[in-house]
């Protein structure tokens, strides 16, 4: 079946560090890819997405690209900032009824 | 305007008992999900509808059983509630009819089992 990796966390930086944030993915066919980040206490929010091979989905300074070759998307920002501490998952979907493949999230906690 | 929304927020309850959980989009979607986050954040879908009929059941326990009395709605209905069914329990929708793949999700609801 469909499966999502991510990177252990935390990540722990500094304000102003970049981030990366390792996914990679198996899946048939041609799935959509997600990354949801989920602040303390609350729900999920959509940050980015991508529907095919190198697009490049982006928003609020965080970006990732669609890498069939390698199977991967990668979250990236170049200056991360306090506000951005929190649980970040990669997902899939690849059915008709697009239930989501979560990765098991990474946490990211940034200090001043 | 809120999209998806759940009530209530936080249910603390004890073991055996039943309780359920509402769920509500106005973004006027064709499908709805229901998601468990258990105390490892680890999310996992456990029911989707698509306009009102059951499309997809992961091998989720008969206590619980969802309702969909129309294609906003979906609420989840737990019977004789255990202590591993502490969790947050997220609802989601999205318009699969189109292609547009995004599930949009509610702000959960944390249940514990006492």
């Known amino acids: 079946g469909d499966s999502v990796t991510q990177m252990e966390g935390p990540v722990t930086l500094s304000e102003e560090a970049f981030l990366t944030i390792n996914c990679t993915y198996t899946a048939t066919g041609y799935p959509s890819l997600f990354w949801y980040v989920q602040y303390p206490g609350e729900g999920l929010q959509l940050l980015l997405k991508?529907?095919?091979?190198?697009d490049k989905g982006s928003n609020k300074g965080f970006e990732a690209t669609y890498r069939k070759e390698t199977t991967s998307f990668h979250l990236e920002k170049g200056s991360v900032q306090v506000s951005d501490s929190a649980v970040y998952f990669c997902?899939?979907?690849?059915?008709?009824?697009?239930?989501?493949?979560f990765g098991k999230g990474t946490m990211l906690l940034v200090s001043p | 305007d809120t999209a998806v929304s759940q009530t209530p927020k936080y249910l603390v309850t004890q073991m055996g008992n039943d309780k359920s959980i509402k769920c509500e989009q106005n973004l006027g979607h064709d499908t709805m999900y229901w998601y468990k986050q258990d105390s490892k954040k680890f999310l996992k879908i456990m029911f989707s509808y698509n306009n009102k009929e059951l499309i997809i059941n992961e091998t989720v326990p008969n206590r619980f059983s969802p309702k969909s009395p129309d294609k906003a709605h979906l609420n989840l209905h737990i019977n004789s509630l255990e202590l591993g069914d502490s969790a947050v329990y997220f609802c989601?929708?999205?318009?699969?009819?189109?292609?547009?793949?995004?599930?949009?999700f509610g702000p959960g609801t944390r249940l514990t089992v006492l």
């Open positions: 991508a529907t095919k091979a190198d």
């Open positions: 997902a899939l979907t690849n059915s008709g009824y697009s239930t989501l493949t």
């Open positions: 989601a929708s999205s318009q699969v009819a189109g292609g547009e793949y995004t599930q949009y």
